[in-house]
């Protein structure tokens, strides 16, 4: 299955997983994305997600003086 080679080309230490808001509603990615940070010692975030969210977390861990990643909006 194609998830599978997703995520076994990954480091072993990422976190990727699934959210079901439709259970929990939408969680505080800002907040989970920083504990995870802080629990992994991560020098870094990438973040791949739509634009309003992308955004939020970038400035979310930037200001928090983390370097944050994340695709560009620009044209």
Known sequence: ???????SA???RRSSF??????????DMVKLIFRL??????EA?????NQ???EKV???MVSRGIPAFGAI???
């Open 1 to 7: 299955m194609v998830s599978d080679l997703f995520h």
């Open 10 to 12: 990954l480091h072993p």
């Open 18 to 27: 699934p959210i079901d808001t439709r259970k929990r509603g939408k969680p």
């Open 37 to 42: 940070v802080k629990e992994f010692d991560a």
């Open 45 to 49: 975030v990438i973040i791949i997600s």
């Open 52 to 54: 309003p969210l992308t």
């Open 58 to 60: 970038v400035y979310g």
């Open 73 to 75: 909006w620009d044209s």
